[in-house]
């Protein structure tokens, strides 16, 4: 199957935007129509922890598995990839898997400003839109959400607060994708915070 090389072409063959826990739903019916089981491999699990995995993603929720080491909790959250779509265009270049409908970086804003419906379209697999991070407690805000570049900033003669100058970390890089953190707990309060801003709020904090 070819798929769309430009942002043009995108808009033309239908495609339309949606999210990762739309993705999920959507996917997830699909499989429960078709009988077909939600985790390959894994048993013992058919009448307590999968039916209230698939009550989470039907109802749009981000998801805390707890259990003792050795329950399967890594291997079902590497699982849950298998429920979305198997394609997914970015705006070509992009850090963040900018969506070329709905784009949220500088670099997409202006290459799609300059480009217009020429702008170059890539297209990534499911299997590369996950991510996985093992908490430690030297896991800062800036591996995670990322950090003003002083390099950048002087290279590009901007301000420190110029969204330009951004490193950005783990889970800005997961857009669009599934973000899993092993042992959370393990995390100082004040990064489990930054991370409880983006869930409760929608937005991330650099430098204040």
């Known amino acids: 199957m070819s798929h769309p090389q430009v942002l043009g072409e995108l808009k033309k063959s239908g495609y339309t935007s949606r999210s990762v826990k739309e993705e999920l739903r959507a996917n997830l019916i699909a499989r429960i129509q078709a009988k077909q089981p939600l985790f390959d491999g894994i048993h013992g699990y058919e009448n307590t922890v999968v039916p209230a995995l698939e009550r989470a ?3 749009g929720h981000s998801i ?4 003792l080491r050795g329950q399967a909790k890594t291997r079902m959250a590497r699982s849950l990839v298998q429920l979305l779509d198997e394609w997914m265009p970015i705006v070509e270049g992009s ?3 900018d ?10 804003k202006d290459l799609i400003a300059a480009k217009g419906d020429m702008t170059p379209i890539a297209w990534v697999h499911r299997d590369q839109r996950y991510t996985e991070k093992l908490a430690t407690p030297d896991v800062t805000v800036a591996d ?6 002083p390099i950048k900033a002087a290279n590009l003669k901007l ?3 110029n969204e330009r100058v951004i490193h950005f970390g783990l889970i800005p890089r997961s857009h ?3 973000f899993v953190i092993n042992e959370l707990p393990d995390l100082q309060p004040r990064i489990q915070v930054a991370l409880f801003n983006i869930l409760q709020e929608g937005d991330v904090q650099i430098r204040g």
């Open 95 to 97: 850090e963040i898997n």
């Open 57 to 59: 993603i039907l109802a």
């Open 144 to 149: 995670l959400i990322g950090d003003s570049d």
């Open 176 to 178: 669009r994708g599934i």
């Open 64 to 67: 805390n598995l707890l259990g």
């Open 159 to 161: 301000a420190y607060s």
């Open 99 to 108: 969506d070329p409908l709905a784009p949220i970086s500088r670099f997409a």
